[in-house]
């Protein structure tokens, strides 16, 4: 065995890929079911982690408002395209995944801190959701991955109508803001965590001198 292929990592199989993403993904949705059977349980005590803005306390509920839901239609309606989404953030690397996903949560919970209306109480996955539509809509164009476009392509098919729905202001039902700002999120993660071409260093070469 030589030194180069003792030392090189594991190559993952896209069955091993996909077990993974969809443990993940069973279990962050599983987690977000859970955590609204304690807040029924507790008198909707977990709702206070939602975002009411321009409050500086709120903005450690900035992470945690992503989590929590007000009531179980509310995270039914969040679980399948989170549960899909996800999944298919997911399946290339989970590392990647977890940094655009804790952007896109970030990003957004910081812009409806920002812009959403006086009095309101803004939380649940949805922000992420919107985020994970925009980053798999994209991703590929920005990587040159036929795959991973026909894949955007896709989910730009299933679920469009009803994102643009999402962001349009008038529609009051929901926070658009959290919307919007959880697709342009996942849109900037795509060109901040793209992937590199391999074998491209960043230092230029060296230019031969003639003597």
Do not use: C
């Amino acid at each position: 065995m030589t030194a180069s292929s003792e030392h090189a990592a594991p190559v993952r199989g896209v069955g091993d890929r996909a077990r993974a993403a969809a443990k993940l993904m069973l279990g962050w949705v599983a987690f977000l079911w859970l955590l609204e059977v304690v807040d029924a349980a507790t008198g909707h005590a977990l709702d206070g982690f939602g975002i009411e803005p321009r409050r500086a306390a709120e903005l450690l509920d900035v992470v945690p408002a992503s989590f929590v839901h007000f009531g179980f239609d509310h995270v039914a309606s969040n679980s399948v395209p989170l549960l899909v989404l996800g999944f298919l953030a997911a399946l290339g690397d989970l590392r990647r995944f977890a940094a655009v996903a804790a952007l896109i949560i970030v990003i957004d919970g910081l812009g409806v801190w920002l812009v959403s209306p006086e009095h309101s109480n803004t939380a649940g996955a949805s922000g992420l959701v919107f985020g994970l539509f925009g980053y798999l809509l994209v991703r590929g164009f920005v990587d040159r991955r036929f795959l991973d476009m026909a894949v955007g392509l896709v989910v730009g098919a299933t679920w469009g109508s009803s994102i643009l729905l999402g962001i349009s202001p008038a529609n009051t039902s929901v926070s658009w803001q959290g919307h919007l700002f959880g697709l342009a999120a996942g849109v900037a993660a795509a060109f901040v965590l793209r992937r590199r071409a391999p074998g491209r260093s960043a230092v230029p070469p060296a230019r031969p001198l003639i003597p």
